[in-house]
């Protein structure tokens, strides 16, 4: 069994930071990347940021240069750091992985339980 434990959301103030962390356990052989997506209430979910296990990132262009997504390595696990937050960042923030579970295994995509962020004005 893989899973992907979230934490670090709350509440903070429009222009205040937090840093949420995803750590994955369970029976993995490798990570080829991981991820940060959100939803707000009445939206779809969408991307925030992407790391892959070689250090590339990707960012959604509404938290580029605010949100920095880090990893030390393929054991540890994964940030998002989250600067001059805005009330449009209120939403629950989910986690996923796309790992292998054994060396015969095709990537699979796993996702957390999602961690609530809210940014008050």
């Known amino acids: 069994q893989v899973q992907l434990v979230e934490s670090g959301g709350g509440l903070v103030q429009a222009g205040g930071s937090l840093r949420l962390s995803c750590a994955a356990s369970?029976?993995?052989?490798?990570?080829?990347?991981m991820g940060w997506y959100r939803q707000a209430p009445g939206k779809q979910r969408e991307l925030v940021a992407t790391?892959?296990?070689?250090?590339?990132?990707n960012y959604a262009d509404s938290v580029k240069g605010r949100f920095t997504i880090s990893r030390d390595n393929a054991k540890k696990p994964v940030y998002l750091q989250m600067n001059s937050l805005k009330p449009e960042d209120t939403a629950v923030y989910y986690c996923?992985?796309?790992?292998?579970?054994?060396?015969?295994?095709?990537?699979?995509?796993?996702w957390g339980q999602g961690t609530q962020v809210t940014v008050s004005s």
């Open positions: 996923n992985a796309l790992l292998a579970r054994s060396v015969w295994s095709t990537n699979t995509l796993y």
């Open positions: 369970g029976s993995i052989f490798s990570i080829n990347a």
């Open positions: 790391i892959t296990s070689g250090g590339n990132t």
